[in-house]
T-cell receptor, first 111, second 116 residues
Framework: AQSVTQLGSHVSVSEGALVLLRCNYS??????LFWYVQYPNQGLQLLLK??????LVKGINDFEAEFKKSETSFHLTKPSAHMSDAAEYFC?????????FGAGTTVTVRA | NAGVMQNPRHLVRRRGQEARLRCSPM?????VYWYRQLPEEGLKFMVY????????ESGMPKERFSAEFPKEGPSILRIQQVVRGDSAAYFC??????????????FGEGSRLTVL
């Protein structure tokens, strides 16, 4: 079974600083990988997805993630944090139609 | 709003009562998925349905939980004789089918069940 592990349940960054959220996956086949964002009391919104095309994937709101097969990683980055980025972020891997989610990383942004 | 619609957004039940959660998929989507999010945890797959068919219910508890997606109307997740451990956010997602195999799902805003 495929799975993902998110390193760090909470990340705090200053406004304007780099955001780095870590995700490692376990998969026996080339995976489809996703990052979703969840704002308080809302559903999940897709940030970006990797489907075996380019290894550097650009998403919405200036987020991007790099697929590194040698490290089995799919870390999410944003060069400059905004206050509006405060939310919970989930990494997920797809196995057919099922998504397996990591436990999530809560991001707080300090003014 | 053409997104996935869930209702109620918040539901409070006493132990032993029944909870019914509804989900209308995005227009043009025929595949529905239910996920459960327990406090401080990620989302866990519960069930995958197409119209009038349960495709995969491997994530559903064997007792008290059931799901359906009738030919007409929304998908329903039903929890009978609720217990405190059922308190969670229940998310519905949909896909058009062709993107389903790549895993891209479109999520609703969730139904938050509180069991007293």
């Amino acid at each position: 079974a495929q799975s993902v592990t998110q390193l760090g349940s909470h990340v705090s960054v200053s406004e304007g600083a780099l955001v780095l959220l870590r995700c490692n996956y376990s998969s026996s086949v080339p995976p489809y990988l996703f990052w979703y964002v969840q704002y308080p009391n809302q559903g999940l919104q897709l940030l970006l997805k990797y489907t075996s095309a380019a290894t550097l994937v650009k998403g919405i709101n200036d987020f991007e993630a790099e697929f590194k097969k040698s490290e089995t990683s799919f870390h999410l980055t944003k060069p400059s944090a905004h206050m509006s980025d405060a939310a919970e972020y989930f990494c997920a891997v797809s196995e057919d139609y099922k998504l397996s989610f990591g436990a999530g990383t809560t991001v707080t942004v300090r003014a | 709003n053409a997104g996935v619609m869930q209702n109620p957004r918040h539901l409070v039940r006493r132990r032993g009562q029944e909870a019914r959660l509804r989900c209308s998929p995005m227009k043009g989507h025929s595949h529905v998925y239910w996920y459960r999010q327990l406090p401080e945890e990620g989302l866990k797959f519960m069930v995958y349905l197409q119209k009038e068919n349960i495709i995969d219910e491997s994530g559903m508890p064997k007792e008290r939980f059931s799901a359906e997606f009738p030919k007409e109307g929304p998908s329903i997740l039903r929890i009978q004789q609720v217990v405190r451990g059922d308190s969670a956010a229940y998310f519905c997602a949909s896909s058009p089918g062709t993107s389903g195999n790549t895993g891209e799902l479109f999520f609703g805003e969730g139904s938050r069940l509180t069991v007293l």
